[in-house]
DNA sequence: GTTGACCTTCCCATCGTGACAAGGTTCATC
DNA sequence: GATGAACCTTGTCACGATGGGAAGGTCAAC
């Protein structure tokens, strides 16, 4: 199937306003690793091929890239944004639902700093009581094995 | 090797202070799961073993263990742990050492917590700007598709 | 001696991403 | 029209920390 009886085809898709996934990764910011993997899990619609077997995109598949690059980036996690893109293809969605997800999001994005918080502030705490000198006693280590803070 | 000639050597174990994985894990806060998987990845040494091939600890790995788990509610990550680990074993550490960890892993928490921190500032000014309503219009479906915010 | 609780090892899944391998396609250049 | 670079294809493996489960062995108690 080498050199075959097919046109090349790929420079035409190009012609029509095709990118090829490379292409399509570097102007949408989302790597072509990451392409294929959003497919593989029907983030995305199945790419249309050429003859050669390469993936195609358009201006709407980069647009749904970008959508998924900026949800990303704002912590949406992939089944969130499956349900943040239906309800962008959907023009009738009510901005309700949109407007919950996002909120559950921001709540969820809040107990996650809580925590980080809580763990940061005892960690300085600890390290604060701590001489950090070549002496051997530490308030850190202690707390971790267990030791009641010394009074 | 079903019954054979083995005493049970489990119960003699017991009565000699040593606990089983589940006990272990019981009564040390990590699970019996975990604790097989610190031990594959060297992070507490090989458990002794009973004839029937039980895994035994001993009041000294049970304190290690809590150790893991403090350290672990801190959010060090398991690396970071093994380095703790060994100068908690090691009483002529300098407590500058430990203390050199714990504010790096400071600044890694400032650094995810300001991250998270962003994002759900960004998220929360678009969900201000949602009417959360009947309506199809959302800025924050806008923004992930990259329109401008309507002014 | 059988039952049931506990243990053993091994494999798979998560989540999002990266790295690599082995091979096919395209295209420009000689 | 052949060669080689740049790109694409599918596939597998890995991370980090944890959980789940299967298939089978051991222990204790009745």
Not at 27 to 48: D, N
Not at 118 to 135: E, F, V, Y
């Amino acid at each position: 199937m080498r050199s075959a009886k097919n046109p090349p085809e790929l420079s035409t898709a190009r012609q029509q306003g095709y990118y090829s996934i490379g292409r399509a990764a570097e102007i949408s910011g989302v790597t072509a690793k990451m392409i294929r993997h959003y497919e593989s899990l029907g983030l995305i619609p199945e790419a249309a091929r050429t003859l050669g077997d390469y993936r195609v995109y358009d201006a709407t598949d980069i647009h749904a890239l970008r959508f998924i690059r900026r949800s990303r980036h704002l912590g949406f996690s992939i089944q969130e944004i499956g349900t943040l893109l239906s309800l962008w293809h959907n023009k009738r969605r009510a901005s309700k639902e949109v407007k919950r997800l996002a909120l559950a999001h921001i709540a969820d994005l809040d107990s996650k700093i809580g925590e980080l918080q809580s763990m940061r502030d005892a960690l300085a705490t600890l390290a604060t009581h701590c001489h950090g000198d070549a002496r051997p006693e530490c308030p850190i280590l202690d707390d971790l094995g267990g030791l009641p803070p010394a009074e």
